[in-house]
Nanobody
């Protein structure tokens, strides 16, 4: 059974950093694109970053230069390094997996994690 488990969320002051991790199991990780989405209170869920099975990365505009997505196929892990955090980055962050993620495919996606809360205070 496929599973995605996020960790690394927490509370940080503006300008700080957090590193989110996602542990994947139950599917062929190296053949899947991986990504991060987020949802803030009262707002729709939005794309944050993706990395294809070929390591091509993509980011939403307002995190470019601050967030970095990476993957470790040997460990079945995907990471989101978040630097220079802003209060508007506050949201629940979800790990997502789909073979077509990162190739312009907009869903629905195969697998979602349960989410991890990120809170950035000013």
């Amino acid at each position: 059974q496929a599973q995605l488990v996020e960790s690394g969320g927490g509370s940080v002051q503006a300008g700080g950093s957090l590193r989110l991790s996602c542990a994947a199991s139950g599917f062929s990780f190296s053949s899947f694109g991986m990504g991060w989405f987020r949802q803030a209170p009262g707002k729709e869920r939005e794309f944050v970053a993706s990395i294809t099975w070929g390591d091509k990365t993509d980011y939403r505009d307002n995190v470019k230069g601050r967030f970095t997505i990476s993957r470790d196929n040997a460990k079945n892990m995907v990471y989101l390094q978040m630097d220079a955090l802003k209060p508007e980055d506050t949201a629940v962050y979800y790990c997502v997996a789909d073979p077509a993620l990162g190739f312009g495919y907009e869903g629905p996606f195969d697998y979602w994690g349960q989410g991890t809360q990120v809170t950035v205070s000013s």
